[in-house]
């Protein structure tokens, strides 16, 4: 019996106390210190107290605990071969969120199920990374130079892309056009592709521009100007630079934030979360945090690079960008690098569905970990 025949038998012959064992329970510890500091946060944001947001945090992470290490526990061929039914759920669920969706703020993105809000954009994320992974984890090189084996995956990058545009969401559209341009890179795209999708954005943009709803064009213009507005569309940005400058090196302490407590920081226990901890822990406690997650994100790559099969791999390589693209975006736009986008911080914000769907991710990356050494059925179709 070879190396690669026992191995595989092993494989096959793990029990629920084997596979526990496998799990990166420091991977687990850094999501729990995550979660932590999101409470501290909310705590704060609540003026001292933990209802509304910080008790609710905690049981839903528990919650996401327990469910992520549940999805740990599942073959990550059974995922694999489920991937394009599960995408196909999820462009079900962003065609209903658009014909009997709930309206809030002037965007009909939330559906209610089960008793909750839930995004179901947040899941589409997930699903098609999963699909992606699927389509290219036997693609050869030579066939990833084939434009028309491009073509499916594709499409299934731009159907939930439009779907998301239309609710309209152009924050979370233009995460998952990245992450999913992040899996086409790792399975072997050629650069040159990729560079001349770029200039077709570049050279549509202005087109794109005319196309934005009011609201949206006013967060861009205000990007570049956030002064010419100080009460209205700026005052968000503006308020968060005041906060995070007010923070200094170590901080104002903990529930002595000013701009938080004293309700001039817009969304303090969503968007600008990172704003409230930075003014009470300064610049020392940003770097913190930012470390912390920075850890989550290489601790998903390390997964990758461990991990023996590209579908494993591809599968690792979405989940820890898409959380990456979560953190730049809310961190970026809360410095004014980037225009508001309503995107949280994963983990710290406050936010039931948001939470659960990256719990569920991590589970998914946790699965790739557990079952890293797994050989997929030689008698699938060579692509």
């Not at 106390?17 to 999101?38: N, Q, Y």
């Not at 008793?115 to 994320?125: A, H, I, R, T, V």
């Not at 731009?158 to 309209?168: A, E, F, S």
């Amino acid at each position: 019996m070879s190396f690669s025949e026992r191995r595989l038998t092993r494989e096959r012959s793990l029990d629920i106390t084997d596979k526990l064992f496998r799990i990166s329970w420091l991977f687990v510890l850094l999501l729990t210190m995550l979660a932590a500091v999101g409470y501290a946060a909310l705590y704060s944001a609540a003026g001292g107290a933990p209802e509304p947001y910080a008790a609710r945090h905690m049981l839903r992470f528990g919650f996401g605990l327990v469910l992520m290490l549940c999805i740990a526990m599942v073959d990550i061929r059974f995922i694999q071969r489920l991937s394009w039914v599960a995408w196909l759920g999820g462009v079900v669920l962003l065609v209903l969120v658009l014909t009997m969706g709930n309206v809030g703020k002037g965007a009909q993105r939330w559906i209610e199920l089960g008793g909750m809000q839930w995004q179901p954009s947040e899941l589409m994320k997930l699903v098609l990374i999963l699909a992606l992974a699927s389509w290219f984890h036997r693609a050869s090189w030579e066939r990833m130079g084939n434009p028309l084996f491009l073509i499916p995956p594709l499409v299934a990058v731009v159907i939930p892309v439009g779907l998301i545009l239309k609710q309209p969401n152009l924050g979370t559209a233009v995460i998952t056009a990245a992450v999913g341009g992040a899996v086409f890179l790792a399975a072997g795209l050629r650069w040159w592709k990729v560079l001349l999708v770029v200039g077709a954005i570049v050279v549509a943009a202005p087109i794109g521009y005319t196309q934005l709803r009011d609201y949206q064009r006013a967060r861009i213009d205000t990007f570049f100007n956030p002064e010419s507005d100080p009460l209205g569309a700026g005052y968000n940005i503006i308020q968060s630079k005041i906060a995070l400058g007010s923070g200094g090196v170590w901080g104002k302490g903990f529930l002595k934030g000013t701009q938080g407590h004293l309700n001039f920081l817009p969304e303090k226990q969503t968007d600008f979360i990172f704003t409230t901890l930075a003014e009470e822990f300064g610049l020392v406690g940003g770097l913190a945090l930012l470390a912390l997650l920075a850890s989550i994100v290489l601790g998903g790559m390390l997964i990758a690079l461990r991990c023996r099969h590209q579908y494993g791999r591809l599968v690792a390589l979405g989940i820890s960008m898409n959380f990456f693209m979560y953190v730049f975006v809310n961190v970026a736009m809360v410095m004014g690098a980037i225009p508001v986008g309503g995107v949280p911080l994963p983990l710290v914000s406050h936010g039931g569905s948001a939470m659960i769907m990256v719990m569920i991710g991590m589970g998914v990356l946790m699965s790739v970990h557990v079952h890293r050494d797994v050989e997929f059925d030689d008698r699938q179709r060579e692509l």
